[in-house]
């Protein structure tokens, strides 16, 4: 009796007790998968040119760290990792200096008489009389504003859009009084009031509703260049206006209004077409004048944007929307009457991450059989490298020295015969022999950096060690060490 009842506290101790068992084994796992991560990650590694080109050192030097940690699964074995990273520094071709578009203001246009008002006389809602007299709208006047149904609906009697674009506080308001002035154009004189009556559906049914309108005098002001001779004349003035303090010559391109069929001061609501103008102009010694060099200049502004889809949700491009998939179809649509040899340079706005944000990038077509991106091409490319030390959970500049550990390094500690070191070295002991040291590998380590790179013992100066570690394998591991100046020592960081 005594044995089975302990037969079975052993069978239940056994079962229960798995379950620790299977959390050291994911622990384990786990560990085994960062020091993958960390051991994928190399000593050295290159930016392709055809990824990104910095335009500084000190732009490089901001930006890498971010593609290094998109790159790469660092995690805490990675502490002290040094990797070094060539990269391109180049000037993309025939990419003059820019600035920011400047948008016009008011105070621009009102410097050049460009305030337009034309008459917009509109029926308002007033307080209901039914001793006027009534008009009772037929489904000839639902369906000028597209209500096929025969009536206006609870969704109209609120604040929205009408036509589309334009906000107003009560759309079924505006839409009866856009059907009087259409079709009731006899009723809309300056005083006339009047009521009307219409179908209301809301929770399934229709029910008639009155309201009352009166006719009412307004008018509508806007600002816009009437003219585009007006807007080339004005345009070089306002900008001396504003960088009166740039020495240096350089681009902008120009955002403004025009207002299209403006006749003898006077614009008729049909005809209040606006055209955003992009002009870049150029200053020079005398100011700003047209730009009119080769490859002709195009900023990306918001509207481009939103017309090709998906660039338009943030305004610019970036590696998950790339500028080549989206400008060869918009450079068709924009200028479908290019002729052969004519050059467009589409200065936009791109994402290239982390430290860099949003950058400014540039790319041009040419005109043959179809458009052919020709640029960017890179002059005078330099290529440059730098190094960078895992730290604090990111990549930073490091100006570490990094040396990999050769055979007569092993040789000149006795390990040349396998050319390692191995855990037994990983302790405290002797090095050399008679001389007690807190950790045998560091000594060895200090022994080499001394004797065979005295240029490297200087104060202060940094280094990145790589060599041969054996424990239950050999492996190529890593340890960071400083030059102590007042002890003549590597001291391990």
């Not at 786990?30 to 020091?35: C, F, M, V």
């Not at 906000?167 to 154009?185: G, H, P, Q």
Request: proline share 4%; with cysteine.
């Amino acid at each position: 009796m005594k044995k089975s009842l302990i037969y079975i506290l052993a069978l239940s101790a056994g079962l229960f007790s798995c379950e620790p068992y299977k959390d050291i084994h994911e622990s384990a796992d786990n560990d085994i998968q960062l020091k993958r991560d960390n051991d994928a990650i190399p000593a050295s590694t290159t930016i392709s040119e055809d990824d990104t080109v910095f335009s500084t050192i000190e732009s490089a030097q901001n930006g890498v760290p971010s593609i290094l940690n998109s790159t790469y699964q660092s995690n805490q074995y990675t502490n002290n990792k040094i990797i070094e990273v060539t990269y391109s520094v180049g000037t993309l071709v025939e990419e003059p200096a820019f600035n920011a578009p400047y948008y016009t203001n008011e105070d621009d246009y009102k410097k050049y008489n460009s305030e337009i008002c034309y008459n917009n006389d509109i029926w308002n809602k007033i307080a209901l009389n039914e001793a006027l007299s009534t008009i009772t709208f037929t489904s000839d006047d639902y369906k000028l504003t597209g209500d096929n149904y025969g009536n206006f609906g609870y969704y109209d009697d609120e604040a929205g859009e009408y036509p589309d674009g334009v906000s107003v506080e009560n759309v079924i308001d505006a839409k009866i009084s856009f059907i009087l002035k259409t079709n009731y154009s006899g009723q809309s004189t300056i005083g006339n009031e009047l009521t009307v009556e219409y179908q209301f559906y809301n929770n399934g049914t229709k029910t008639p509703v009155k309201r009352t309108y009166a006719f009412e005098a307004s008018s509508n002001c806007y600002y816009a260049f009437t003219s585009l001779e007006k807007a080339e004349l004005a345009m070089p003035a306002i900008l001396d206006s504003i960088y009166t303090s740039e020495d240096e010559a350089f681009l902008i391109m120009t955002s403004y209004k025009v207002a299209i069929d403006f006749v003898d001061g006077t614009t008729m609501e049909d005809d209040l077409l606006i055209e955003t103008m992009h002009t870049p102009y150029s200053k020079g010694a005398d100011g700003f004048e047209v730009y009119s060099g080769n490859p002709s200049l195009y900023m990306l502004l918001a509207e481009d944007y939103d017309a090709m889809g998906a660039p338009g949700k943030y305004n610019n491009f970036s590696s998950s929307i790339l500028p080549e998939n989206y400008l060869p179809t918009f450079v068709i649509s924009k200028f479908p009457y290019a002729q052969e040899g004519d050059e467009i340079q589409f200065i936009y706005k791109y994402y290239a991450g982390g430290d860099l944000g949003t950058i400014d990038q540039s790319m041009s077509y040419t005109m043959g059989s179809n458009w052919n991106q020709s640029a960017p091409i890179l002059a005078s490319t330099n290529v440059d490298k730098f190094k960078y030390k895992y730290d604090e959970s990111t990549w930073k500049v490091s100006l570490a020295a990094v040396i990999t550990l050769t055979q007569a390094d092993y040789d000149l500690t006795g390990d040349g015969k396998y050319g390692n070191f191995g855990y037994y070295d990983n302790v405290a002991g002797e090095y050399p022999e008679g001389t007690p040291v807190d950790n045998i590998l560091d000594a060895k380590i200090n022994h080499i950096l001394t004797v065979n790179y005295p240029e490297l013992n200087k104060a202060d100066q940094e280094v990145s060690v790589f060599f041969q570690y054996y424990d239950n394998g050999t492996n190529t591991v890593s340890k960071p060490y400083i030059y102590n100046g007042e002890t003549a020592n590597w001291d391990v960081q």
